[in-house]
């Protein structure tokens, strides 16, 4: 595609239920990260994927964080029991050299 | 952390003038890339600059780099209404697998 897709835009979920967000990014670009944003606040690293390699997942919060992508393209960040300390906009990013190209993200919300 | 330093935090001037923002860092870095980010959504990537790289321009940007001081500005030049956003470094460390963003500048402009 043109861009970073994700899906949905925005997700209200009641706390302990699971989540999965989705991120399609551009196609040719092997990278693909996630990151978590907080109101107000810069972007924290969790988990990256590049190529056929492991993920460097040094970036999950908890074990309730898990991803992963599907023959290279597609990625899912699953979140299982979600807290209402999980609200964020969830952001993906893939790219190809230098310079990323993001998503507009999901906006999670547990209430 | 190695996460980037910003400042000021926010930034109000009139449409116009210039807008100067700073960024700080603590690790070794292979370049340094500044972001823009509307309505808290997704980051459109501006501008990257290498770490053997003093100063770059870009449009009505102009990026500088002082390694010795682990330090960036980013100018934007004669701003306008529509420049009105947040602003965000990002650095690419050697031996990292992703960009650590700072904590970024919100910056308004006047009409």
């Known amino acids: 595609g043109a861009g970073v897709s994700q899906s949905p835009s925005n997700k209200v979920t009641e706390k302990g239920k699971d989540v999965e967000l989705r991120c399609d990014p551009i196609?040719?670009?092997?990278?693909l990260y996630w990151y978590r944003q907080s109101l107000g606040q810069g972007l924290e690293f969790l988990i990256y994927f590049q190529g056929n390699s492991a993920p460097d997942k040094s970036g999950l919060p908890s074990d309730r964080f898990s991803a992963e992508r599907t023959g290279g393209s597609v990625s899912t960040l699953t979140i299982q029991r979600t807290q209402q300390e999980d609200s964020a906009v969830y952001l993906c990013a893939s790219r190809a050299a230098v310079g990323y190209t993001f998503g507009s993200g999901t906006r999670l919300t547990v209430v | 952390s190695q996460q980037g330093e910003e400042d000021p935090q926010a930034l109000s001037i009139q449409e116009g003038e210039n807008a100067t923002m700073n960024c700080s860092y603590k690790?070794?870095?292979?370049?340094l890339q500044w972001y823009r980010q509307n309505s808290g959504r997704g980051l459109v990537h501006l501008i990257l600059i290498r770490s053997n790289e003093r100063e770059k321009h870009s449009g009505r940007l102009r990026v500088t780099l002082d390694t010795s001081k682990k330090s960036s500005s980013l100018l934007i030049t004669a701003s306008r209404a529509a420049d009105t956003a947040s602003y965000f470094c990002a650095t690419d460390g050697t031996g990292a697998n992703n960009l650590f963003f700072g904590t970024g500048t919100r910056l308004t402009v006047i009409p």
């Open positions: 196609s040719g670009h092997t990278a």
């Open positions: 690790t070794s870095i292979n370049n």
